[in-house]
Structure formats: C-alpha cells, structure tokens
C-alpha cells in the first residue's frame, strides 16, 4: 500500500513569506508526527496528532508555527513570516495506534529553504 | 532531554562489527532505532521495551539497560548496505500525560568495501 507522502518535495521561500507543508498519511493511521530535520541535529520533535486532536504541541519551536489535520487523516504544518533559521527538512510520520512504542512510518520530507 | 548517541561518525569495512551507544538522563519506557539512508526518510529497525527481551532485525541485534537508561545497537559482520545514519529514540512519560518519543542527533556509519 502506499506510504506516508509529504509536499511539495522542496519549497524555496523568500523570509517573511507563509508556507504550508502537507502531510498525508497511511490509511487508517491514527497518530500524525511532524518533526524538523536539520543538519547535524537529529530528528526535531514539532508536534503530535491524535485523530484530529494535537494533545502535545510542545515542540513549535514559536507562534509562527501551527499544524492542523482533518477528517483524522491529511495534515498541514504552517509557518508564518519564515525566517532563515526555519530552513530544514520537515519530515512527518504515521503510526496505527497511538502514541507509544509503535513503529512510526515517515515520509519523504520538505526540505523548506529560506532565502 | 535529548538522548546523547556515541560515536558521532564511525567508518567501517565490510564484515567488521560495530557498536552504537544510547544513553538518557530520564527514566525510560521503551527506546526506538531508526536508520536513516542519505536523502531518504527515516526506516525503523526495531523497539526495545522495558522489561523485555533484546531484539534482532538480521544481523542488527540491541540491548536495553533500563537502570541504566542505555540502549546498544550491535552491527556485526556489517555490509555496505548498513550504511546511513541510525537515530536512537528514547521514549518516557512526559509532563503533557502522554508518552514522548525524543531522538538523538545520530551515528553516521559509513562501510567500505
């Protein structure tokens, strides 16, 4: 079946420009990550679905950022007013049950760059 | 808190053994192991929980040490293919009430033929 699928695949962005990055997970997944990725820094920790609901948002890194999913499925992660320091892969994740030790299925990732 | 991941980089040639090590300064609940090959996304290799047993994914075998809040993952007779960047991920429970999955900052593992 097919996997986790992000977009677009690269968004080059001029600072203080919006972006959207979407996320669209397995079918029937009920939990939705987003984490950054950036060079030499390991998987970044952003957000957490459940459902619709996003019960641990404690890793937006400020109040520029802002995810929301509906229908328990598609996923969008919002930066506003980007800054260069926002430049990194975002990647997303997936897991069948909820958060826990369950294996978490990632997408390809944005790698977003700010000019 | 971030787990702390060693080495950082380790280059190896085909058929040698390698050990990456994972430690956490909180009480852990279960660690994750994933590989990261370049310009792909992350692939899970296997979850350790406490209590129980250490896990294989072929050759890839780890270990848990819950007092110790250390995870090892052991890659013996490594081949080209082990090449990428393997992420330990070290979950607790967190203040918000829920399980927190928290990574480390990865060990690059290069094999040479």
């Known amino acids: 079946g097919a996997g986790v699928s992000q977009s677009p695949s690269n968004k080059v962005t001029e600072k203080g420009k919006d972006v959207e990055l979407r996320c669209d997970p397995i079918?029937?997944?009920?939990?939705l990550y987003w984490y950054r990725q950036s060079l030499g820094q390991g998987l970044e920790f952003l957000i957490y679905?459940?459902?619709?609901?996003?019960?641990?948002k404690s890793g937006l890194p400020s109040d520029r950022f802002s995810a929301e999913r509906t229908g328990g499925s598609v996923s969008t992660l919002t930066i506003q007013r980007t800054q260069q320091e926002d430049s990194a892969v975002y990647l997303c994740a997936s897991s069948l049950f909820p958060r826990g030790p369950n294996e978490q299925f990632f997408g390809p990732g944005t790698r977003l760059t700010v000019l | 808190q971030q787990p702390v991941q060693s080495p950082q980089a380790v280059i190896l040639r085909e058929g040698e053994d390698a050990v990456i090590n994972c430690s956490s300064s909180k009480a852990l609940y279960s660690v994750h192991w994933y590989r990261q090959k370049h310009g792909e996304a992350p692939v899970f290799l296997m979850i350790l929980l406490k209590g129980g047993e250490q896990m294989r994914h072929e050759k890839i075998s780890a270990s848990f040490n819950e007092k110790k809040q250390q995870s090892s993952l052991y890659l013996t007779a490594s081949q080209l293919s082990y090449s990428g960047t393997y992420f330990c991920?070290?979950?607790?429970?967190?203040?918000?009430?829920?399980?927190?999955?928290?990574f480390g900052k990865g060990t690059k593992l290069s094999v040479i033929p």
């Open positions: 679905f459940q459902g619709n609901s996003a019960p641990d």
């Open positions: 991920g070290t979950e607790g429970f967190s203040g918000a009430g829920s399980y927190q999955l928290t």
């Open positions: 079918s029937g997944h009920t939990a």
